[in-house]
Structures are given as structure tokens and as C-alpha cells.
């Protein structure tokens, strides 16, 4: 197959929308996304002013472009990957994902990569892992699904439990990384307390998956912090 | 020191005292800790969390697959597809990546055909499943401004977003109310032909007369005055009471249209906070966890830009440190000695007093203003000026305005004095607020109910021939309806003109003005609670007015419109966002509450009017009735024998009192199942945590057997 078809077939955007929580409409707009990352750097560039809120619908609503921008990016892979389902799973850098504004600015941007990412080497996404992505930040996606992924996510050196290293390097990334910006280390000892008092019932000084959830069960904020729309 | 700083994963290296001695830790081999480690991830628990779909590497470092240990592990993930795929979860809810989950799917279609599909039950509801979902998205798509309060959420926080959706959903309320009004009063009222004009001077009755229509030319700036007071030919019009015609037929849609507004209302209220409260109503007694929800819920994944994320962090920075601060003085406050106490709260009696008397001065000012408004409205000076005859006739609502004004951030001042911490200090300001906003409107209805019975005195002189003051409120119902219109109308006039002569131009000039003084003058924030109240007042005034003066909701959904686009202008071109973030879960519990509490305070002026106050014998559709509700009996009587059989059966007291007997039998079994909830939870907890230590005891005793015998 050639790089004609910007489609996605209907099969395939039926069995999107069956195996993720997004809408078709998510679904074809994170596929514009995907498509076209540094196209889309290069038009704000050049129109000069930089948009924090602008919904990516006003960008893909420039639709002949970004036909055009998905051709670009499958001639730019190498031939055997143009078409259309291989494009989907080619596999896209960290850095052309982290420079999507709605992730550029948030401090746990490498850990979503890192947690989404299914290649053998942890350093890429593809088009599917940036759709399982947006589905577990969706508005609809349940929520133990979101507590699951935000486990993972706060799980900095991946051991399947939370202690206390992860839980003051997540303090750190939510005051901020720089000096000036963190707790002192008595703060941070007395919150880490508390915390481990507050959640770990069993006692063994982590929070493992389901203290996690049970905690995040009862807190009605949790549900709509942990959003990304696109 | 109970830590081993060996161990691989410090996941038990831990604070907690009761770790066993060290048995199981001698000199002899290497790391103990990564032998224990690598027992402990051996359990099933851990390789099902770890599990991550068939063929797909399990989370958990890469290095890890390249032991032996590797071949144990695989083993265990098979295990654990067993118990999965037995699981009959719908493919997207694992948290797997997509090909796994592709995979899952199609070996549980397969299955289902296998086996044949399920239950009659699954199947329905797996065809349900799809349309269900449709209508749902069809319905949110349905809703306005989506996209306009997802972004004031990114950019201003949870507060702004929670006020601008309250007000979408005020808004909805007030369409309702204004659609039913069109079918069950303007309809019915052009039905049977067109209703007659006012009463002219000519007529007269015992009670006097009414002459609404002024005669003659009319200057403009009479028209004018005419249009914001409700008087002249804006009076003998479809917005007041005293317009429609004495017809049954309207009199009963009339009545039942108050009747059916207030309960849709009232159920459309409940939906919403229910919503709300669905996840702080659990059955566990309230374990303080605020330091788990501020550290796991703190941050929000839809802010976007650089400027925003680092204003978000330093105020979680800010509140963190606030709270932890708080816990020390709350520590403090708990040791405080008993003349320490006793000086706190005699200043908090002080202030509380202090609080009162301005409340109880300002409540006085409205009761004086709405008294002395006939009187001033006499002399002479008044009846020339036109301008100073506005001024008078907005007497009430120009001292209520003014007392919502100036009291407020007096109570934020006085509030961090009574030495509370800072949350109760919040609520506690929201609470007075509130009293202040609700209470000046019953006192303004209290000295209108004055006017019309004479102090409810049925024999004083100027009542006793009609039920009510006759000679100075003819048609006392379109007056009420007239207040509420005045209100309405002030309320909207004082928002534009805040947001236009104050709060623009303070960003315009302090914008200008240089340094740090400019810098803070000129920084406003969206004051959530105090626009929440002004919302919730301005609709409790609509609900008050509503029977008398059928147009306001209409009135007031354009209202609502312009004060939606005017508020978002004003956003965002001249605030800030929020310094102190708003938990959104307060919102969603305090403010459907607060409605409730607008809502159940408009309908007694409204129960007490239609039950006891003879209507007005000169105007409206209940005229000639001895109450507005003696209609409804009259009506009943012309129904088949068997309606009103049933419909008095309902009346009677051999219905409500066993209806209340099972209701309070429910609510008692209700309580007393939660409490049994309450207690079998912290029993669970207690049986977990031995659990846990049982655990760790048998893989160190593993580690140690398995380290003495080399063999295993």
C-alpha cells in the first residue's frame, strides 16, 4: 500500500473506540496529533503566537493540511512502514510527544512516556500507546483505571509499591524541581509521616496499589485533576 | 536503627518497630535484601500486579528478566492470565496496553461464542452497552460552553469553573421554569379570548379602587421610571399578577404552575448535589486523609503552559507548608492552658457580638428603608424630582445592595482574629455571608407583609372590611411582584457597574501604575463564595417574585445570559488566577446546599400568601376567593367521584402519619447499616495489618531456610 490513505478504516476506528474510552471524534484529532508533531511546532511558529489553550480541533480543522502533514510523515519513514496501520505503530520519540503543549509543562511528563511506552526500550511511543494515553485521561475512563495509572506513574523507581524516596520526589515535582522551591527536609519528613500514616494500612512503611486506590477512592478531586484533554 | 541500608528496594526498610529481630540476617551471605525482595515480588499478589497482558513485558525494571528468577516469574504471569480472563471485564478496562487488550478481546469473544453468551441479562446489557453510552455523550454534547469552562478550569482553577457551571445550570432551571410559565399561564390566559382592561376610575367596590394607568400624556422620563419600577403601563401587563383575568380554568394552571416549578427545581437541586456527594459519603467514619488528597489529587494534568504550572506549584508549595503549620498549632492549641483558653474565647464571644450587632443594625436599615419608602414617596420634594422619586422607590434595594457590599470583607477581616485555622476560618465567613444575604431578603418580605395585613392584626382599622390594607396596596400582589422586579433589575445594574467602574479600570490604571504597589493593587482574583452567594440570591429573589410577577424567570435567564458573558469578559481580561486553590468537591456538597436552603426560604412567603393572606379583590386571577387556594377544593368538586375520593384520602391524616412512620423506620435502618459498614472496615484493617506482619515473617523465615540449606 502507498501513503494515500490518511484514513483511518472504519474497522479499525470501531475497534479504537471499543478498546479505548475516547469518542471518534478524540480518536481521528490525537490522530492529526500524532501525525504531524513538528508540522504543527512549525505553524505556531510562524504564525508567531503561542496558544496555551487552543484546542487541537482548530488546529486539525485544517484538514488538507494535515492530510498532507501524514503523507510527509510516512514518506519519512522508511518504506516498509507506510502504510496505514504500519504509521500507527511506528514509533514516535519522547521528545516530539513532550512537545505537545498540553504535556510540555507538566512536571511528570517523562514519567507518562515512560509508563505508556510498550517498545523493549522504554524510549518511544506509538500511535496506539498515545492513544491508551488519552483514553486513561479521558473524561469517561473509570476510575480505578486512572487510580492504576497514577500508581505507575508516581512509582518513580518502579518497584510496584510507593516509599517514602517516591513519595518526596512526588512532593518535589508538585512544588517545583529548583532550590528555592522544595520543602525543607523537616517539612518533608513530618508530610511523609503523615501521608504513610494516613494511607499505609498494613503498616510496612509503603503504599502498594490497593492502599493507593483506597485512598484515591475516597477523595472526590481525584476524578477531574486527572484529565488531559485534547 | 531498624534500616538495613542493603536492601535492594527499600520497600522494607521502614520506620515501623515491629520488624522482627535479626534472625534471618547474619554475616554469612552477601545481600539479604535482594533475596528477600526477590521472594517477596515472587508472590502471587505482586506478579498480578505486575502483569501487564499476554506477551508484554511486565512493569518492573528490564534487568530483572535476565535471572533464572525470569522462568518463576513467566510462571506466575501465566497464572495470572487464568484469573483474568476468567474476570468478565469489558476489554478496555485493564490496564493493559492496546494489543494486549486487543487480544483479550477477541480470546473473550471467541469464548462467548464458544460457550454460547451468558445470561439472558449479560446479553441485554451488553447490547444496552452502546446506545446507552451514545445517549449519554448526546447529552453531554448537548450541554453549552462545554469548552468555555474546561478552559476557565485550566486557566483560573477548580472555583471559577464550579460558579460558571452553577450558573449554566441557574440558567437551565430558570428556561425550564420559563417554558412551563408560556404553556400554563400566557396560554391559558389568550385561550378564551383577550383579557379585559385595567379598572377605570369609575368602578368601585368596598375595597376601594385601583387605577393602575396614569392618564394623559406621559413624559420620557416617566416611561423611564415607569420601566424600573414596574409602574404605569408596565403594571396592567403579563408581567404582573394583577393582569390576569378571574377565569377558573386560569386560575387552577396558575396555581399548579408555582407548584410544579418549585418541584422541578427542587428535584433538579437534589440530582445535583447527590452527584456531588456520591464519593464523601462512604460509610467510614471521617479518618482525617487530607494530606494523602492533597499530595495525590494536588495536581492537575489539564493545566497547560509554563506560567500556569509554575503559579499551581508555588501554591502547593504555599498550602503545604500552611497546613503543615496548622498541625503545629493545632498541637499547640490542644496544650493551651486554661487561661490561654479562657482569653480566646472571650474574644471570640466579642467578636461574635460584634458580628451581630452589625447584622442586627443592618437588618434594621433595610426594615427602615422598606417602611419609610410610602412615606418619603408623599412629600413634595420626592414627587417633583423625578430622579430622587427613582432613588425613593429604590430605598429597599439600594440598602441591601449596600449592606452586601460593606459587611463582607469586614467579617474577612474580623474572621483570622477568633484564632481558628484558616478552613474553619473560611467557612465561617461563607456562613455569615450567607445569613447576611438570605436574612436582609426576609426581612425586606416581613416589613412588605407588614404593609399588606396591617402587622397581622385581621382587626385593625385599614384590614378589617377587605383582610388587607386596602387604601394603600389595592392590588398588594402586583406590589410584591414589584419589589422582586426592582431587586432584579438593581442586582443586574450593580454588576455591570462594578465590572465596568471598578474592576476594569482598576486593571487599566494599576496596570499602569510601576512597581510592586501597582503590581498588588492591580492583581484581582475571582472571589468565588462571594459571587456563588450573589447567584444563589439573585434566583432565590426570582423563586420569592416568580408567582407574582410570572415573567421573571424569563427576565431573568437573559439575565443570567448577560451575566455569564459579562462575568467572562471580566475574568479574563482582568483577574488573576486563584492564589488559594478551591477544593471542587466543597463546591459540588455546599452549593446545591446552599440552593436548597434559597429554595425552601422562598417558599414560605410563597405557602404563607397562597393559604393565608386574602387576595386582592380588584385584580388577578383569584379574585372574589376567600384564600388562592380555595380555588383548588372548588376545582376538585367538579372531578368524578373516585378522584376526589382519593385526592382527599391524601389530605387526610391517615396517610401522612404512616407515611412518616416508614419514612423515619428507613432512615433509622439506613444509619444503623452504615455504622455496621463503619465498624466491619476497621476490623478488616486490623486483620490486614497482622496479615502484613505475617507475611514479612514467613519470607524472612524463607530467606533464612533457604540460605542455611543451600539445596532449596
Known amino acids: ?230 | 536503627m531498624e534500616e538495613n541500608p542493603t536492601l535492594d528496594s527499600a520497600a522494607w526498610g521502614s520506620s515501623s518497630g515491629w520488624l522482627a529481630p535479626r534472625e534471618a540476617r547474619g554475616a554469612s551471605f552477601p545481600s539479604p535484601g535482594r533475596a528477600l525482595s526477590s521472594v517477596l515480588n515472587e508472590l502471587p499478589s505482586a506478579a498480578t500486579l505486575r502483569y501487564r497482558g499476554p506477551g508484554m513485558l511486565p512493569w518492573g525494571t528490564p534487568e530483572e528478566e535476565e535471572e533464572e528468577d525470569g522462568g518463576r516469574s513467566r510462571q506466575a504471569f501465566a497464572e495470572a492470565t487464568q484469573t483474568e480472563l476468567q474476570d468478565p471485564h469489558p476489554s478496555r478496562e485493564l490496564p493493559w496496553p492496546m494489543q494486549a487488550r486487543r487480544a483479550h478481546r477477541q480470546s473473550y469473544s471467541r469464548e462467548q461464542l464458544v460457550h454460547g453468551s451468558g445470561s439472558r441479562m449479560d446479553q441485554w446489557a451488553r447490547l444496552l452497552r452502546r446506545p446507552k453510552e451514545k445517549t449519554k455523550e448526546g447529552l453531554r454534547r448537548l450541554q453549552p460552553w462545554a469548552w468555555t469552562l474546561k478552559r476557565i478550569g485550566g486557566q483560573f482553577g477548580a472555583g471559577a469553573e464550579s460558579y460558571f457551571s452553577l450558573l449554566r445550570f441557574l440558567l437551565l432551571l430558570n428556561v425550564l421554569a420559563s417554558v412551563l410559565m408560556a404553556c400554563m399561564t400566557l396560554l391559558p390566559t389568550w385561550l378564551e379570548g383577550a383579557p379585559p382592561g385595567p379598572p377605570g376610575l369609575n368602578t368601585s367596590s368596598p375595597c376601594g379602587f385601583y387605577n393602575p394607568h396614569s392618564e394623559g400624556l406621559v413624559t420620557f422620563d416617566t416611561q423611564l421610571f415607569n420601566l424600573l419600577s414596574g409602574e404605569g403601563y408596565l403594571e396592567w401587563s403579563p408581567l404582573f399578577y394583577g393582569f390576569y383575568p378571574p377565569r377558573p380554568h386560569l386560575a387552577v394552571t396558575y396555581l399548579c404552575w408555582a407548584f410544579a416549578v418549585g418541584l422541578i427545581c427542587l428535584l433538579f437541586i437534589l440530582h445535583r448535589s447527590v452527584s456531588g456527594l456520591k464519593q464523601t459519603l462512604l460509610a467510614e467514619s471521617g479518618a482525617l486523609t487530607s494530606y494523602s488528597h492533597r499530595v495525590f489529587s494536588a495536581w492537575d494534568f489539564g493545566l497547560s503552559g509554563d506560567v500556569h504550572v509554575r503559579l499551581r506549584q508555588r501554591i502547593i508549595l504555599y498550602e503545604l507548608q500552611v497546613e503543615l503549620e496548622e498541625t503545629m498549632l493545632r498541637r499547640q492549641a490542644a496544650v493551651r492552658t486554661l487561661g490561654q483558653q479562657a482569653r480566646v474565647w472571650s474574644v471570640r464571644v466579642l467578636l461574635n457580638l460584634l458580628v451581630a450587632a452589625l447584622l442586627g443594625a443592618a437588618f434594621y436599615g433595610v426594615y427602615w428603608a422598606t417602611e419609610s419608602t410610602v412615606e418619603l414617596q408623599e412629600t413634595p420634594l420626592v414627587q417633583e424630582t423625578p430622579l430622587l422619586k427613582l432613588g425613593v422607590n429604590y430605598l429597599p434595594s439600594i440598602f441591601i445592595a449596600g449592606v452586601n457590599f460593606v459587611l463582607p470583607p469586614v467579617f474577612t477581616l474580623i474572621a483570622p482574629l477568633e484564632g481558628y485555622t484558616r478552613s474553619r476560618q473560611i467557612i465561617l465567613i461563607l456562613l455569615r455571608t450567607l445569613f447576611l444575604r438570605l436574612a436582609s431578603l426576609v426581612v425586606l418580605l416581613f416589613s412588605l407583609w407588614n404593609q399588606i395585613t396591617c402587622g397581622g392584626d385581621a382587626e385593625a382599622e385599614d384590614c378589617k372590611t377587605c383582610g388587607y390594607n386596602y387604601k394603600e396596596l389595592p392590588c398588594w400582589e402586583t406590589l410584591v411582584g414589584q419589589e422582586m422586579y426592582k431587586l432584579l433589575l438593581f442586582d443586574l445594574l450593580t454588576g455591570l457597574a462594578v465590572s465596568l467602574l471598578i474592576q476594569f479600570p482598576r486593571k487599566l490604571l494599576c496596570g499602569l501604575c510601576p512597581g510592586a504597589l501597582g503590581r498588588l493593587a492591580g492583581t484581582q482574583e475571582f472571589q468565588v463564595p462571594d459571587e456563588v452567594l450573589g447567584l444563589i440570591y439573585a434566583q432565590t429573589v426570582v423563586w420569592v417574585g416568580s408567582f407574582f410577577c410570572p415573567l421573571l424567570p424569563l427576565l431573568n435567564t437573559v439575565k443570567f445570559l448577560l451575566l455569564f458573558y459579562l462575568k467572562k469578559l471580566t475574568l479574563f481580561f482582568t483577574c488573576s488566577p486563584a492564589a488559594r486553590t478551591f477544593r471542587a468537591s466543597t463546591a459540588n456538597f455546599f452549593f446545591p446546599l446552599v440552593l436548597l436552603l434559597g429554595l425552601a426560604i422562598s417558599s414560605v412567603p410563597l405557602l404563607y400568601s397562597i393559604f393565608l393572606i386574602p387576595p386582592s379583590k380588584l385584580c388577578g386571577p383569584f379574585r372574589g376567593q376567600s384564600s388562592i387556594w380555595a380555588q383548588i377544593p372548588e376545582s376538585i368538586s367538579s372531578l368524578p367521584e373516585t378522584a376526589q375520593n382519593f385526592l382527599f384520602f391524601l389530605g387526610t391524616q391517615a396517610f401522612a402519619v404512616p407515611l412518616l412512620l416508614i419514612s423515619s423506620i428507613l432512615m433509622a435502618y439506613t444509619v444503623a447499616l452504615a455504622n455496621s459498614y463503619g465498624r466491619l472496615i476497621s476490623q478488616l484493617k486490623r486483620q490486614r495489618e497482622t496479615e502484613a506482619q505475617n507475611k514479612v515473617f514467613l519470607a524472612r523465615r524463607a530467606v533464612a531456610l533457604s540460605s542455611t540449606h543451600p539445596a532449596f
Open chain 1, 1 to 230: 500500500m502507498g501513503g494515500s490513505g490518511s484514513r483511518l478504516s472504519k474497522d479499525l476506528l470501531a475497534e479504537y473506540q471499543d478498546l479505548t474510552f475516547l469518542t471518534k471524534q478524540e480518536i481521528l484529532l490525537s490522530m492529526y496529533v500524532v501525525s504531524a508533531p513538528h508540522l504543527v511546532d512549525e505553524q505556531q511558529a510562524r504564525s508567531g503566537n503561542e496558544h496555551t489553550g487552543t484546542p487541537i480541533a482548530e488546529r486539525a480543522n485544517r484538514s488538507p493540511l494535515s492530510a498532507r502533514a501524514h503523507k510527509r510523515f510516512c514518506e519519512l519513514l522508511p518504506q516498509e512502514q507506510q502504510s496505514v496501520e504500519a504509521s500507527l505503530r511506528a514509533q514516535v520519540s519522547f521528545e516530539q510527544i513532550l512537545s505537545l503543549p498540553e504535556l510540555k509543562a507538566n512536571p511528570f511528563k517523562e514519567r507518562i512516556c515512560r509508563v505508556f511506552s510498550t517498545s523493549p526500550t522504554r524510549d518511544s511511543l506509538s500511535f496506539e500507546d498515545f492513544l491508551d494515553l488519552l483514553s486513561v485521561f479521558s473524561d469517561t475512563a473509570t476510575p480505578d483505571i486512572k487510580s492504576h495509572y497514577a500508581f505507575r506513574i508516581f512509582d518513580f523507581d518502579d518497584d510496584g509499591t510507593l516509599n517514602r524516596e517516591d513519595l518526596s520526589q512526588l512532593v518535589n515535582c508538585l512544588t517545583g524541581e529548583s532550590e528555592d522551591t522544595r520543602l525543607s527536609a523537616s517539612e518533608m519528613k513530618q508530610l511523609v509521616d503523615n501521608i504513610l500514616e494516613e494511607s499505609d494500612i498494613d503498616r510496612d512503611g509503603t503504599i502498594n496499589l490497593s492502599e493507593f486506590q483506597h485512598v484515591i477512592s475516597r477523595s472526590p478531586d481525584f476524578a477531574s485533576s486527572f484529565k488531559i484533554v485534547l
